[in-house]
């Protein structure tokens, strides 16, 4: 059996040899370039076949190599041995052609146009044709070999090849390791994996041959920074010389620099930074003591011995507002956590990474998902070498496709199209590097907001203790006290924060007063006074930073007006030390005449936070836009850049002025649509949840109703209005990888509007639909093969309104032949639309809301002329079926088959229970419009009617539903099988009699 390195190495050269080929046979005309400029085509043929002899050389005696070894060959190696002999030959054959076109120093030369008229001189169309079919077979057969004959030797490589393993360097020798690793765990990129050992090796062969750069130039890109740009220093080689490896050491490094620069970026996500730049910066000479304690001396386990020596897991808890991740801010920027913690990790540098949950962000700022695309892409960015280990099918695909000829390497990057994370990718990609860890570093997470976090509070915390138990991992984490937290952490390590921040409290309320010049008029006129007032403020704060701020806020205005201390001191006593009565008294000093459009403007900001999968978070320009919905403001603006500004500064005003200061902007931080604006958001967490209580959104709904205002509607509106507005290169419908979010964005507003009652977004949506028109047609989710309608979209999301409207401008004869087209689409519901769309995104970050088939719109619809007797032959998944019985089965696929014996002991949910009586509501409903009672299908390789299986599945699943069930069918004349009589006889009296 032949050597699997030597023959993977071949194989990466014959592959090599055909992708250099095919380019030169395809007649490009820039084949070679000397800086910026393209050669001559003499000049390029020229080089073509110097490169092409070397390949030749190299092939020929790679062949001569592997076949006068004197193994035993295998009939792999005998296949694999006639491929090389094939490759050997035809790259023979190719140099002899080519060589005459070769212009010598002393020889005349003919001057060619292009490279294709210069190949045709010496070949016929049909030859070139024939050598670019049996180039591609020579490709199509090496990878078959690889991937089929050769995997099962690649588990060998790294353990019995050590020799000439070790002659590979360290970085090269890694990634072959982590892709030979994964072998068996991802099917799909076994292939992309096997081909980037193959290329990797090749390459490597022959960069041990020749070293085209001296090591300082190495060493130079060694120290280049992953997150710098690579392009300036690619720019600057001269790449007319050998197109086959773009043979330089220091072009593999530089390569391979810039895929890890690509996946880094790419794991990133635009908010990434968000909410750690929003948080309150840390008053001067505030939390100090957390590093100055000593195990001995404080009352709490000593953080900074954690860091020097602990492990597993330090718990910060504190109540709302104490300060937590103003605390967690401060740890992660002091200079003394870093040297704390490299005394632990020692000999081994310490890496650190930080996330931030937050309640009030997108979806993807409190999600695992996000948590680990955070944690991951701060790691790796210290660690690259540890990049193909963690994501070895993307690395492995990445690099076969940069490493062919002729093309520039930061074109091929611009080209690709990320594939989204999803959750299982990035869960073992977190596996595989804290596996890694021991042998390069110590690592140490700090994460804040467990509470902030959008899944089970129980998930988190058991997916942070399994992560916490090696020893070279620790993890600081924050919350609230709860139980579940409690449960977990409370046992180990931990401080609770408003028991210990009373000194800092102190600190910032006597430093911010004295900071007024009023105030330090009277410190010197009544100094006790005013020590006592900063005394009581302390005291009542009780450890809660964001009630101190706002008191400090109210006393500022009073030392404004000139207060005494005794008028600054009830001034702080009438404000209620329970945040939610004091938010409460906050909204109650709105002027009157405010409150209705500060009523709309807090329903904008409640409608926007319901819905977090949006494509941007909600901003001034935005709000701006949805309060002018409705008005000659909204149609009428001339969007120029100077208008955009005053609207943003507008739009600060009016939340200073009427909100009662409940509301803030904080600067964007993501990419698009960006302006001038800021990101519009409550002011603490505490705030979010008292405004969105129901109670006091009635009230917000009931002080807007006056204006006839809808915030779903205004919010879909002011989508749009963007869209019309953006420049081209911001424009979301040139951005496919977030076109599918925003449009179910929209069509969430739409159908909340709908939901509501209301039918004034029909007219935006019917605009959106002509502008995302021509978008549509080309994605793959959206495309017309797959709704050939905005229609069939419409009737999916249940906005009834909407097909209506549609439905009406319609002939009479068409009516009901629409109708019944879009039945179809009515009992698929959104489960098919919408888990197609975000499976595409990640699916952990955008929870795929599944929309039951909606009675409103299927009534609608039958109402409209939609047969449930007739087959939907217009929808090919379901043309043999007739829509009844979609209907039934649709309450049979719910629940798992009969003859199974899982509903013995099953508790279904009401959940559960609700899905399936919406179902059997459907049915009740076609019944009531003329379905046969008496239908029949086939089910589980049964015929059966469908009063028989419904009933049958109600007996075993839901008992208080059977009869209900059959009683529906009954009074629609479906009749009895000979089976079920008896029964019917039996039980039908002793169970109406016990329920009614």
Known sequence: MMNPLDVLSLAGTIIQFVDFSSKVLAGTNELYKSGAEALAVHQQLGLVVDDLAKMSKRLSDSYWGLSGTGVISTLSDDAFMFICRDASELSIELNNKLSSLKVTASGKRRKWETVKQALKSVWTEKDLTALTNRLTLLRDSIQM?????????????????????????????????????????????????????????GRMEILAEKHAFPSGIVQQVDNIEVNQNKSLILAGEKTSQNQVLNNSEWHEKALRLQITQYLVQNLKFPALKEREEIIADVYRGTFEWLFNDSHESTPWPSFTRWLEHGSNIYWINGKAAS????????????????????????????V????????????????????????????????????????????????????????EVNQKFHSMEMEYWS?????????????????????????????????????????????????????????????????????????RLQDLTSTDINHYVKSSLQENVNYQHLCVEQPIEALTLIRNIVSRADGVFLWVRLVLQEIVRGLDNRDSLRDLQERMEIVPQDLEELFSSMLEKIEPFYRKKAASIFLIVRAANVHQRSVKSLDTLMLSFAL?????????????????????????????VRCAGLLETVPKYSPGFEYLGHRVTYLHRSVREYLERPDIHQRFAEHSNGRGFEPHTALMSSYIKELQISEPRKNILNQPSSLPLFLATVL?????????????????????ATLTHSARCKSIIWAPAKFSSFLHIATKWDLCAYVRVLLERLTSETKGIVAHTLLAYALAGTDEYYVHGMEQMDNSD???????????????LLQYGAQPNKKLKDFPALREWTAFEIAVRNVCAILPPVDTEESENRQYSEEEKSLVSNHLAIVKLMLDNGADANTTLTHQGRTITS????????????????????EMFRMKGGKLEPSMIKKWIMTRGKYWVGKY
Not at 748 to 768: M, T
Not at 947 to 966: A, C, F, H, P
């Open 323 to 350: 300060g937590k991740s103003t605390l967690m801010r401060f740890i992660c920027d002091h200079s003394k956590t870093k040297e704390f913690l490299e005394n632990w990790s020692a000999p081994l540098p310490i």
């Open 352 to 407: 650190i990474a930080k996330f931030y949950f937050w309640n009030s962000g997108t979806l993807v700022q409190r999600s695992l998902s996000g948590l680990l695309r955070a944690l991951l892409s701060q790691i790796l960015e210290h660690c690259p070498d540890l990049l193909p280990v963690c994501f070895p099918q993307r690395w492995a695909k990445i690099y076969t496709d940069s490493v062919r000829p002729f093309s």
């Open 748 to 768: 969430h507003y739409a159908h909340d509007a709908d939901i509501a009652g209301s039918n004034a977004y029909v007219e935006p949506l019917d605009k959106f």
């Open 145 to 201: 070999h690889i991937v089929v004959d050769l995997r099962d030797q690649l588990d060998s490589i790294s353990s019995n090849q050590e020799v000439r393993f070790d002659h590979l360097d360290y970085s090269t020798r890694t990634i072959i390791t982590a892709l030979l690793t994964h072998q068996g765990e991802v099917s799909k990129g076994i292939q992309d994996q096997t081909m980037a050992i193959t290329q990797l090796l």
């Open 846 to 860: 955008y929870r795929r809301d599944r929309f039951p088939p909606s009675n409103r719109m299927i009534e609608l």
């Open 423 to 495: 959750l299982t990718e990035l869960q073992a990609a977190m596996r595989s590097l804290v596996s890694q860890s021991p042998q390069h570093f110590k690592l140490c997470l700090f994460v804040d907001g467990l509470d902030e976090y959008e899944g089970e509070p129980s998930a988190i915390t058991k997916y942070f203790s399994v992560l916490a138990q090696v020893p070279w991992l620790k993890i600081c984490v924050s919350s609230r006290p709860l139980l579940v937290f409690d449960d977990v952490f409370g046992s180990g390590p931990s401080l």
């Open 628 to 656: 002018d919905h409705g008005t000659s403001r909204f149609t009428d603006i001339k969007f120029k850049f100077q208008g955009l500004e005053l609207r943003n500064k507008e739009i600060n005003d009016h939340l200073k």
């Open 947 to 966: 009063r028989k299986l419904l009933t049958e599945t109600m007996g075993k699943y839901w008992r208080s539903q059977e009869w209900k069930v059959d």
